[in-house]
């Protein structure tokens, strides 16, 4: 069995499907306020600010990517998998990270820009939260 998995308190496993799903569902929220918001200031669009945050983006689910990485390779001194103590707490950060990305989608929409340029992040925050969903960001447990 992994260490340090069952006897800790942490999220049940409900709740962090809860959690998961809760930040699927915002992303499509905010695809459905951009469509009835109907956004269109060519005036207020700034092509600098689509770079910064096409790079916030990238950048903030690389990060989120890279917590669900470190979570899986956390090992015992003798080597054997271990859940880390600060696993929900990753999974919440990664999670954010994650959505975060939608969300600077969200603002170049705002802005009044196509959504050529704004829904790349709203893809890239649905495949990285699809790639932290619980059942592949929590390790299974090991029988020994």
Known sequence: MIQGGTDRPGFPPILRWMIWGSLIVAVFVYLVVIQIAGFENPEERDPDLVNILYVMGGIS????????????????????????????????IALALAESSAIFGLILAFQGNPPAIYLPLFGMAVIALGLNAPALFFPKPIED
Do not use: A, H, L, N
């Open 61 to 92: 689910v690389f990060i989120s990517m890279g917590i669900k990485f470190v979570v899986k390779r956390v090992r015992t001194p003798e080597g054997k998998p271990k859940v880390p103590t600060w696993i929900d707490q990753g999974f919440i």
